[in-house]
Nanobody, 119 residues
Framework: VQLVESGGGLVQAGGALRLSCAASGFTCSLNTMNWYRQAPGKQRELVAA????????NYAGSVKGRFTISRDNAENTMYLQMNSLKPEDTAVYYC?????????????WGQGTQVTVSS
């Protein structure tokens, strides 16, 4: 299983970024996928989740109405469109999938992509 994030960067408050997560090594279309973020000195938090078929999504209250999660199963890619960015959105953003196996479930993570929002 491999997850590779891209699209992070430095943006001014009020700006936008689109993150991508390229997945390989598993059947992407069978799994819920998630975006997490971790700011310096804070715990990693769930930002958004999307069902295997993309028809159901959920968001943390802090990003609801500003962020949109989506996926293209044909391309094995998940996205996070981030609009109206705030300095408090500054964090490393991680792509995540939890895969069930015979011995239980296991979480897989990408390497993360840095998002920095300047005020």
């Amino acid at each position: 299983v491999q997850l590779v994030e891209s699209g992070g960067g430095l943006v001014q408050a009020g700006g936008a970024l689109r993150l991508s997560c390229a997945a390989s090594g598993f059947t992407c279309s069978l799994n819920t996928m998630n975006w997490y973020r971790q700011a310096p000195g804070k715990q990693r938090e769930l930002v958004a989740a999307i069902s295997s078929g993309g028809d159901s999504t959920n968001y943390a209250g802090s990003v609801k109405g500003r962020f949109t999660i989506s996926r293209d199963n044909a391309e094995n890619t998940m996205y996070l469109q981030m609009n109206s960015l705030k300095p408090e959105d500054t964090a490393v953003y991680y792509c995540n999938v939890r895969i069930m196996g015979l011995m239980g479930s296991r979480d897989y993570w990408g390497q993360g992509t840095q998002v920095t929002v300047s005020s």
